[in-house]
């Protein structure tokens, strides 16, 4: 493989020596710029260097192959990437330059940076264009070399399209579209064009199944004040599906005419992401001389606070999920001194137990089950081929969730199998801490996730412990597990990494860690609830409402640790959960469950 890995690259600059590129950039994104999973079909970076994480870019010159990845999967990256000539470059870290700087400080003065337009954002295409005219370079971006060489690269997917009923929506989709079409006046804009996967699904109430653990359809939209046009396979509409789509006045198109479309266009007031439109959108669409105006579609921040149907729904699903996670930690723990059992044996168990639930779809992402040192590396996954046995002692760490017709769920449980040393008890502990810390934050209407971070911090802090990465992302309903605009942080915001005003209805994980690589990893994580407080002198107060019901590992904490209100707030959570679930689990579950929600 690190062979193929050389050539690959190999192949690539002889296509760039072909066409004079001195600097080819492969970024890990689609043609909508999913930013991080997306199907095989888009897999060009990994592809190209042998590094299967979900989020970085690849940079080739004529003497430097380089992977940028973040803090989740430099572990991960070390292992793939060691052998490939390929060179692993930390993001964010001390010393490393970002990508996109990176790329313009190396392409030489009347030099070409080439990339695919497809996959790069109008508004990347545009830092470097700018950037690189006072040198008096250019940019080549109508040629995906990588697709060129990659000869049994995978074709694109089209899945059938499903119906979401609006008793799980709330909305129909001609409610959403006057929503939508309502915003659109406001801002005086005659079209808006939808590029993220997740906006046509949420307004049009439509699913799909073209990426791995991700229920949507490759699709774009384009709204306009009396019509709609969506941009989706042929083969993956049904009759079914054309006429609930004909009945709301959407015209369905063929996938690829969507650049012919916003070719016609002329003098029109657009509204479109700039950075969500890939270029080669983008200049379809500055070619008729329309005004464009460059802001986040209104769909997301619809979509992200949800309604009172939708978290109806997300509860009922947070029930099934926790019977499963129930009888999961149960099994592990009746299993973890029998030498049979691994992470691929915990992982597939617990792949059933959510299969076995109603109205139950697919798993929200590829189950994380990692024992002791795989746990160091965030974005682990267990196969058939590499797999490490557990033994009773140390930590399971298992990150997994589902997708049910009534909504997505993401839990991590860190499970002790046995023996625990001090250290691990303690690092537990301070995790469990920040956790608990961010759960219970009581804050004015006006915060954002950036200014509730150093609560989930800020115990390992106090001990000169960091996580690299954030503390929690947004959840989507029945959509993409990772969701923005919302999300919980520390840093200060930017273009590339903004922050966001959380609000009544949105969902936000809380999932602080400590990751010591080679050795150990623990990470607990929760879904909560953003829900409106007293109203009152100062203001409207929120507060977070727990989703996720499964206990803490009892096993594992230094209660020592603990201050007295952390520990009423864990007994209060464990009654929760036992009040909850006890209901659906048979007598011997139910008594395990008594004994590990007890007070403490």
């Not at 991960?76 to 930390?90: F, I, N, Y």
């Not at 996967?197 to 306009?224: M, Q």
């Not at 864990?570 to 007890?598: A, C, F, G, M």
């Amino acid at each position: 493989m690190k062979m193929e890995i050389q050539e690959r690259i190999a192949a690539l600059r002889a296509l760039m020596q072909a066409r004079n590129i001195d600097v080819y950039y492969v970024p890990n994104e689609d043609d909508h710029l999913s930013q991080e999973y997306t199907a095989d079909h888009f897999k060009c970076k990994s592809w190209l260097t042998g590094f299967t994480g979900d989020a970085g870019c690849a940079i080739v010159t004529r003497d430097f192959a380089g992977l940028w990845t973040d803090g989740r999967y430099f572990t991960q990256a070390e292992m793939e990437l060691a052998g490939t000539g390929v060179t692993l470059m930390r993001l964010r870290q001390e010393g490393v330059p970002n990508p996109l700087d990176f790329l313009i400080q190396n392409t030489p003065d009347n030099g070409i940076l080439g990339f695919d337009g497809h996959v790069v954002s109008a508004q990347a295409a545009l830092t470097l264009s700018r950037a690189l005219s006072m040198r008096h370079a250019s940019l080549h971006m109508r040629e995906d070399l990588v697709g060129m060489i990659w000869k049994d690269r995978p074709a694109m997917p089209e899945k059938p399209l499903f119906l979401m009923d609006e008793k799980y929506t709330g909305e129909s989709a001609g409610e959403r579209l006057a929503r939508v079409r309502k915003a659109m006046a406001e801002k005086g804009a005659d079209v808006l064009v939808l590029t993220a996967l997740e906006d046509p699904c949420w307004v049009l109430n439509v699913r799909g199944d073209d990426i791995p653990c991700t229920p949507v359809p490759y699709a774009f939209a384009l709204i306009e004040k009396d019509q709609a046009s969506y941009y989706v396979a042929e083969k993956a509409v049904s009759s079914e599906v054309a006429a609930y789509l004909a009945g709301w006045h959407v015209s369905v198109k063929p996938y690829g005419s969507l650049q012919a479309d916003l070719s016609s266009l002329s003098n029109q007031v657009v509204w479109a992401d700039l950075s969500g439109l890939n270029a080669e959108l983008y200049d379809a669409l500055r070619a008729g001389h329309n005004r464009i105006l460059n802001a986040h579609s209104p769909v997301e921040l619809f979509r992200a606070m949800k309604n009172e149907t939708e978290i109806a729904n997300i509860h009922h699903a947070h029930l099934k999920d926790g019977i499963a996670m129930v009888k999961f930690v149960k099994w592990v723990k009746d299993h973890a001194a029998s030498g049979t059992m691994s992470e691929l044996s915990a992982q597939n168990h617990l792949y059933a137990l959510r299969a076995a639930q109603p109205d139950y779809l697919e798993p929200s992402f590829p189950t994380i089950s990692a024992y002791q040192a795989n746990g160091a590396m965030m974005h682990y996954v267990a196969t058939e081929k590499q797999y490490a046995m557990c033994k009773p002692q140390g930590f399971l760490l298992v990150d997994s969730g589902g997708t049910y017709r009534d909504g997505s769920t993401d839990i991590t449980r860190t499970i002790s199998l046995g023996k625990l040393t001090a250290e691990e008890k303690k690092l537990y502990t301070l995790v469990l801490k920040g956790h608990l810390a961010l759960a219970r934050a009581r804050f004015l209407y006006g915060t954002c996730g950036n200014n509730l971070d150093i609560l989930a911090r800020g115990p390992l802090w106090d001990e000169d412990i960091d996580y690299q990465c954030g503390t929690g992302h947004g959840v989507g309903h029945v959509l993409g597990v990772h969701e923005g605009p919302q999300a919980v942080r520390w840093g200060v915001p930017s273009a590339a990494r903004p922050s966001s005003v959380l609000e009544d209805g949105m969902v936000v994980t809380d999932e602080p860690g400590v990751y010591l690589p080679h050795k150990v990893g623990i990470r607990i994580e929760n879904e909560l609830l953003v829900r409106k407080g007293t109203h009152n002198f100062y203001g409207q107060w929120l507060y977070f409402e727990d989703l996720t019901l499964c206990p803490y590992d009892r096993d594992a904490i230094d209660v020592s640790l603990l201050e007295k209100k952390e520990i009423e707030q864990i007994n209060v959570y464990h009654q929760h959960v036992y009040d909850t679930l006890s209901p659906y689990l048979n007598e011997e579950e139910k008594q395990w469950l008594w004994k590990q929600t007890r007070e403490l």
